[in-house]
């Protein structure tokens, strides 16, 4: 239990940053704010670890509203909601009146009289989730001064267009735990680099919530694509910006064995380029399908053009001592066994995948942190509390 009370010692309470604020992007928090969350997900992971009970609510919903579809994300927020003692309810847009002209202040005000949290993945149209978790909280912000709502319900992004942050957090504390501490971090290389894939239109929050994150830990950022897959200009700029003021470096590169000569970590994964989503964004918008499906195969081709970035047994004896950590937000395109080529071949990911599953496994808590500490002003003290009643679990 003594270790258990130094980690919850460890956070701080100056951290204003998170208690009633939205968690939408990670560079909108300062870094006290970040580390508060890995610590808090930390406590809470020992806490149930040790059958300690984290239930810190009697009743309550957290309500999630997945607008594309999802395994790691969508199962981690319900297990976040469980283990904070809330229940969860799925927005189903289909079955509600949303179809029917219901806007979305209306939604947002109704789903919320008993509801704590609302998670929210929108990562298809690019220029879109992130303005339309932006309106869910003006919504909310507005029935909750006119008394409608009793209490403001937070929002966690669940992934948009721009950032996937409870993922790069889950990777964050991924990386802390394996190298010890964020101090640790400072001058190691990192490798965040396009793959191929045999299917287009994924998401560029991955790429940009890592280049945006780990920026800010001195790390040595070298973002690898083709001509063409360029990610979100002021995303970009963001990255420079987190790599000057805290000692690391961010380079771009369109070389993978550039990127991974002497990395200490990479991270191959697919993106469609900042263009084409802009493109498909109109596309599905004007709800174009033979213009997606003239899209889809530009892309197609456009991707086959590429097939050697692939993270192979030679590409991994690149970086430094031929073994670096990977990383994947899964699911991989694992050549040989998903697919005939793919993102990594089958003897790398194996030789990794338990450390990838762990480091899916650290995504519940992260989401659980920033649901705890958006509700409680002192997570500390409320976690303390928790260590000292100490009430098992009930299975």
Known sequence: MNEIKSIIDEISDKSKGLFGKDFLLTWQKEKKDLGNILIIAEALKALRDNNISTKVFESGLAVSQFRDNSTRTRFSFASA???LGLT???????????AHGETVRETANMISFLTEVIGIRDDIFLGEGHK???EVGDALDDGFINKVLPQRPGIVNLQCDIDHPTQSMADLLHLKKYFGSLEN????KIAMSWA???SYGKPLSVPQGIIGLMTRYGMD?????PKGYDLIPDVIDVAKKNANENGGSFEITHSMDGAFKDADIVYPKSWAPYSVMERRTVLLNNKDTEGLKTLEQECLTMNGDHKDWECTEDKMKLTKNGEALYMHCLPADIS????????????????????????????????????????????????????????????
């Open 88 to 98: 969860v309810s799925d927005l189903d847009e289909g079955k509600s009146q949303i």
């Open 132 to 134: 339309y978790m932006c």
């Open 336 to 395: 040989g066994v998903s697919c005939k080529e793919g993102e990594v071949s089958a003897e790398v990911f194996e030789k990794y995948r338990i450390q990838t599953y762990i480091e899916a496994g650290y995504k519940p808590y992260i989401i659980a942190a920033m649901i705890f500490a958006n509700k409680f002003e002192n997570p500390q003290k409320v976690l303390s509390g928790l260590l000292n009643k100490n009430n098992k679990r009930v299975f």
């Open 81 to 83: 909601a469980n283990l």
């Open 221 to 225: 950022v070298s973002l690898a694509y």
């Open 196 to 198: 191929y894939s045999p």
């Open 185 to 188: 971090l400072k001058g190691k």
